[in-house]
């Protein structure tokens, strides 16, 4: 299995700042990798895949970038709805395999 | 607007099977695309456990394999999983979703938490 590493696992930040979580994959996963955003009580959201297309909806001020082993995901100008819990998965082999999260606080 | 709603028993006891209904609403699962169940454990961890596809083929976590079933109505536009001989670590929210082009999961459910215990 393609193994996920994820960083920070914690990550403090203000609203208006901009931040960044990294993904590595054990092996190449091509552009393969989503990130996903988790939220008490909703239903989890695909917010980029394909390593930096935004999924319909998604704002602008996410972006994604990346491919092979390492992506990132970066949010600029942090709204207070942006705080949660975020993961990546790749999507180019099977069985797909998540990060282990990282959890966006507010400071 | 689609909508996948998990539904089955919040408890269930060790060496018994695990049972969950995924029903779908805005969309027909024989129509495209994969649709998956995936947990989350205490303490974050995610594993995706497997799928059936638009046209009723599987593909199941090896880590699951002689364990898992997944199923559909297609009169009804329900998924099912079946999980069984499980203990304690199976102890999980389970969530079902549908997958995009090129198989990232574009839609899920709340999810469901499943205790195992006695």
């Known amino acids: 299995d393609v193994q996920m590493t994820q960083s920070p696992s914690n990550l403090a930040a203000s609203p208006g700042e901009s931040v960044s979580i990294n993904c590595k994959a054990s092996k190449s996963i091509s552009k393969y990798l989503a990130w996903y955003q988790q939220k008490p009580g909703k239903a989890n959201k695909l917010l980029i895949y394909?390593?930096?297309t935004l999924q319909s909806g998604t704002p602008s001020r996410f972006s994604g970038s990346g491919s092979g082993t390492d992506f990132t995901l970066t949010i600029r100008n942090l709204e207070p709805e942006d705080f949660g819990l975020y993961y990546c998965q790749q999507h180019n082999e099977y069985p797909d395999t998540f990060g282990a999260g990282t959890k966006l606080e507010l400071k | 607007e689609i909508q996948l709603q998990e539904s089955g028993p919040g408890l269930v006891k060790p060496s018994q099977s695990l049972s969950l209904t995924c029903s779908v609403t805005g969309y027909t699962i024989t129509s495209g695309y994969d649709w998956s169940w995936i947990r989350k454990f205490p303490g974050n961890k995610m594993e995706w456990m497997g799928y059936?596809?638009?046209?009723?083929?599987?593909n199941y976590n090896p880590s699951l394999k002689s364990r898992i079933s997944i199923t559909r109505d297609t009169s009804k536009n329900q998924f099912f999983l079946q999980l069984n001989s499980v203990t304690t670590e199976d102890t999980a929210t389970y969530y079902c979703a549908r997958s995009n082009y090129p198989g990232a999961l574009a839609y899920w459910g709340q999810g469901t938490l499943v205790t195992v215990s006695s």
């Open positions: 394909s390593g930096s």
């Open positions: 059936i596809s638009y046209s009723g083929s599987t």
